[in-house]
């Protein structure tokens, strides 16, 4: 599970090396820009679940019945 996001991080690592623009190739700069949308898609995606992830697990501590304390 903790693989996916580590990939997609080592991803997001590399892309502005392939975000820079080719000379001599006409497409050069729309495919830059498709692969940096591409990146900051996957990027919201990721921060999206690791946003729902952290509400779920607050949800689930707080639905926990209290610890009872000991008497003094």
Do not use: K, Y
């Amino acid at each position: 599970m903790r693989i996916v996001p580590i990939a997609i991080i080592a991803a997001l690592a590399a892309t502005p090396a392939l975000a820079q623009v080719r000379q001599g190739n006409p497409d050069a700069a729309n495919e830059s820009f498709a692969r940096q949308g591409e990146s900051r898609a996957l990027q919201q995606n990721l921060t999206s679940q690791n946003n729902t992830t952290r509400m779920e697990i607050q949800r689930s501590q707080q639905m926990q019945a209290p610890q009872p304390t000991p008497g003094v």
